[in-house]
Nanobody, 120 residues
Framework: QVQLVESGGGLVQAGGSLRLSCAASGSISSINAMGWYRQVPGKQRELVARITSSGTTNYADSVKGRFTISRDNAKNTVYLQMNSLKPEDTAVYYC??????????????WGQGTQVTVSS
């Protein structure tokens, strides 16, 4: 199986920065897109940023110019650098990846989530 383990969440003041990391491990043959989503209680999970295996990125309008997604394919790891954080960025952030396992099957995998809290 495949596991995604996130790290880097926490509490930060408005205007501050955090860097999230997510490492994929397990029976991985290759990874296509990787991304970050976030969810607040009572709302649907939303895409924050996504990056393909070739490095093409897309962002939610609300984070453009403040967040940067990147990945290290050799380490099967995706990062989210979050700058100029706002209280409305407070959410549980989830890592996701489209992974082909050793059995040559593509599936979506999710991390357990990491809390990001931005105080005003």
């Amino acid at each position: 199986q495949v596991q995604l383990v996130e790290s880097g969440g926490g509490l930060v003041q408005a205007g501050g920065s955090l860097r999230l990391s997510c490492a994929a491990s397990g029976s991985i043959s290759s990874i296509n897109a990787m991304g970050w989503y976030r969810q607040v209680p009572g709302k649907q999970r939303e895409l924050v940023a996504r990056i393909t295996s070739s490095g093409t990125t897309n962002y939610a309008d609300s984070v453009k110019g403040r967040f940067t997604i990147s990945r290290d394919n050799a380490k099967n790891t995706v990062y989210l650098q979050m700058n100029s954080l706002k209280p409305e960025d407070t959410a549980v952030y989830y890592c996701a990846a489209v992974v082909r396992t050793a059995g040559s099957i593509w599936n979506d995998y999710w991390g357990q989530g990491t809390q990001v809290t931005v105080s005003s």
